[in-house]
């Protein structure tokens, strides 16, 4: 049977992060069918989605989680799945396992754009509600740095902005033509 690499997952292949993670989980479909009798056929479904996003953290924790005593300061662990995941101070509280258990991500081009897609699922929310959201589930490394970016780089938001800055010009220009002609 044929074996996936985590290591072999180039996510940063592909343009945005529901995309990669479809790629990823079609070629994990082809992978299942040629190696077993029983095949999965249809579109794909919830699970499908899951394992492939599992394996692209794993294979990006792999890269860059390496640091044993970093690991041990971080009090990470394996989840069932083989994630890594860190115990935070919430570890027995009333919190969701998520929020106590949070998935630590590096910064990488991958996580930009897992930021970009969450930030666009939140109405283009601002740096701190967008980094609330991905506390929810993510401890990601430089996320302030990394969301920043991602703010600063979408079209969406700039030109949201930029319309913003262009109304009290407006207003003073109809300001100026009411002095001029209406006096
Ligand atoms: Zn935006």
Sequence with gaps: MMNVQTTDIKSDYFSTYSRNNRVVAWTLRFIHNISNAT????????????GAEVLVFKSLQSNAF??????????AF??????LRIRTKFADSYEKEDF?????LPASDVVVKLILEEHVKAMH????????RLREKF??????RLVK????ECVI?????????EVPSLLRCLELLRQRYLK
């Design 149 to 152: 970016r991602v703010l600063s």
């Design 78 to 83: 394996k989840d069932e799945d083989g994630l």
């Design 125 to 132: 929310a601002g740096s701190s509600i967008l980094l609330a």
């Design 157 to 165: 938001c700039k030109r949201y902005k930029a319309k913003h800055v």
């Design 66 to 75: 390496q640091d044993e005593r970093l690991l041990a300061k971080m009090q």
């Design 39 to 50: 095949k999965i056929k249809g579109s794909l479904g919830y699970e499908e989605f899951k």
């Design 100 to 104: 106590k258990f949070p998935i630590p």
């Design 139 to 144: 401890w990601i490394i430089r996320a302030k």
